[in-house]
């Protein structure tokens, strides 16, 4: 079983739902920080609209900012419909375009204002426009371990909807506990059901969770075969559109703690990792 890791931090994930509006100046010296230890990937912004994220409405000022010539890492952006799609791909940083597409369709509404129908519609565009711009679409599958809202779940339906996104050639999809249901035994049969139907696709997880359970969510991914994790530094953020009570992210320090421990190494720069974890704490607590 290939053991390469692909890590994705992110904070935009992390920033989001935070009501203190931090300065353009300082997001921009953090991922720049973060841009210096060497991970896949950077989740850094999101162009949707300032009213529904105002921690967010400066995306395309923190990129002009950004300094990639020294950088491993790649960029990616949220985007959330046609309009953020179009600004999106004119920005030549940014290699991945992340749609939220729920496999619930009272979430999908609550966190896009769109139906599951619609979001499709959009999913083509996203794909399209990827093709036309020479930059990879990630479809992020929210709700796919568990639904609060009594909506239609099963380990199969997620399946389905895995399947569907392979047919229309989405080469990265991650599964997404966006309200932190999900016990490992959850995660990590959904995971054995879904990465029997991969095909060419990547299936990543992108899991909510408290600090304590971190560590057996990640474990239970990992032996399922998922070898794509998006993580933030300390487990700060949330979705500010799933409830009141944000459920932080998986922290970083977490998974990579559990990767040195089973001898698997990443390339980061270790001091520039420790550097960004305090950078993290300042701005955000």
Not at 128 to 136: A, L, V
Not at 179 to 198: D, M, R
Not at 253 to 268: C, P, S
Request: one cysteine or more; a negative charge; proline letters at 3%.
């Amino acid at each position: 079983m290939n053991d390469k890791i692909n890590i994705v931090e992110c904070p935009r994930d992390a920033m989001q739902g935070l009501h203190n509006f931090i300065p353009t100046a300082t997001k921009i010296n953090y991922i720049n920080l973060l841009l210096e230890v060497g991970f896949d990937c950077i989740d850094f912004g999101s162009f949707v609209s300032p009213k529904a994220i105002p921690q967010l409405a400066d995306t395309a000022g923190v990129l002009s900012g950004l300094k990639l010539e020294n950088s491993s890492s790649e960029l990616l952006s949220i985007v959330a419909n046609k309009r953020g799609i179009d600004e999106a791909v004119t920005h030549s940083k940014i290699k991945h375009l992340g749609f939220p597409f729920s496999i619930s369709e009272t979430f999908q509404q609550r966190n896009t204002n769109s139906s599951i129908e619609n979001s499709m519609e959009t999913v083509h565009y996203l794909i399209q426009e990827c093709q036309s711009h020479d930059k990879n679409a990630v479809i992020y599958l929210s709700m796919c371990f568990g639904n609060p809202y009594g909506d239609e779940w099963s380990p199969v339906l997620v399946k389905d909807w895995v399947i569907a996104m392979n047919k229309l050639g989405v080469k990265t999809i991650s599964l997404a506990d966006t309200v932190g249901l999900a016990s490992p035994e959850l995660i990590g049969s959904v995971f054995n059901e879904v990465l029997q139907v991969q095909g060419d696709a990547v299936i990543g997880a992108h899991l909510h969770s408290t600090h304590d359970e971190a560590e057996s969510k990640i474990e239970a991914a990992y032996e399922a075969g998922c070898r794509r994790f998006d993580t933030a530094m300390k487990g700060f953020g949330g979705c500010p559109m799933a409830k009141d009570d944000l459920v932080g992210n998986i922290a970083t320090e977490v998974l990579l703690a559990f990767l040195d421990k089973r001898g698997i190494h990443q390339n980061f720069d270790r001091l520039k990792f420790l550097q960004s974890m305090e950078e993290a704490v300042r701005i955000m607590s």
